[in-house]
């Protein structure tokens, strides 16, 4: 069983589509995290979020409680946003990660 | 300010050994917290450290450990390696407890491989 659930695992964009990559977990969260990594293993902290949605530059990040999901946007998407994106919530004292959303685009 | 630091980046060891990763926290940020993350499994959380403390353990094998200093750096061990370490293991530094407001930040992490 899986905590959380992130969908799609693969996605191919052009350049300057919207894209929307989803999670979804099972129980209450304090808090749930965006994060992208590149190759190579380095990993960044997009948004962390408890409620509603916070937004930066071309990225959006939205969350519902109620509904245990939440979604990050990539407007007028780019090559260099070509990344794994994971979805990390924690539930009670353990963080729980998302198998990732591999994102290409493509010029 | 410099980011999380880890050492080393790479290394290799044998079966049956034992490895030590280091881990430096952004000054100022007391929590550590340390994960693997295979090809397999993913991302798994291992432990977490605020002020030389463990706060929380992952479902790992007593093998791993880990440890903070009171200059908030911290190592992890893991001991009597098996072919299935083999990772790249991530340490993480933010400045309360994770998941209690707190952005979290990632170092480059350290590429292990087991032979």
């Known amino acids: 069983k899986n905590e959380v659930e992130q969908s799609p695992q693969n996605l191919t964009a052009q350049e300057g589509e919207f894209i929307t990559i989803n999670c979804s977990y099972s129980v209450g969260i304090s808090a749930l995290h965006w994060l992208q990594q590149h190759p190579g293993g380095g990993i960044v902290s997009l948004f962390m979020?408890?409620?509603g949605k916070k937004k930066h530059g071309r990225l959006i990040a939205t969350i519902n409680i109620q509904e245990k999901h939440s979604s990050l946007h990539i407007t007028a998407s780019h090559p260099r946003d070509s990344a794994v994106y994971i979805c990390?919530?924690?539930?009670?004292?353990?963080?729980?990660f998302g198998t990732g959303t591999s994102l290409t685009v493509i010029p | 300010k410099a980011g999380v630091t880890q050492t080393p980046r790479y290394l290799i060891k044998t079966r049956g050994q034992q490895v030590t990763l280091s881990c430096s926290p952004i000054s100022g940020h007391r929590s550590v917290s340390w994960y693997q993350q295979t090809p397999g499994q993913g991302l798994q959380f291992l432990f977490e450290y605020f002020s030389e403390t463990q706060r929380n353990k992952g479902n790992f094998p007593g093998r791993f450990s880990g440890r903070q200093f009171s200059n908030s750096r911290s190592e992890m061990n893991v001991s009597t390696l098996e072919l299935g370490d083999s990772a790249l293991y991530l340490c993480?530094?933010?400045?309360?407890?994770?998941?209690?407001?707190?952005?979290?930040?990632f170092g480059e992490g350290s590429w292990l491989t087991v032979v």
């Open positions: 993480a530094s933010s400045e309360g407890p994770g998941g209690s407001g707190n952005t979290i930040y």
């Open positions: 979020l408890s409620s």
């Open positions: 990390a919530v924690r539930i009670g004292n353990q963080f729980y």
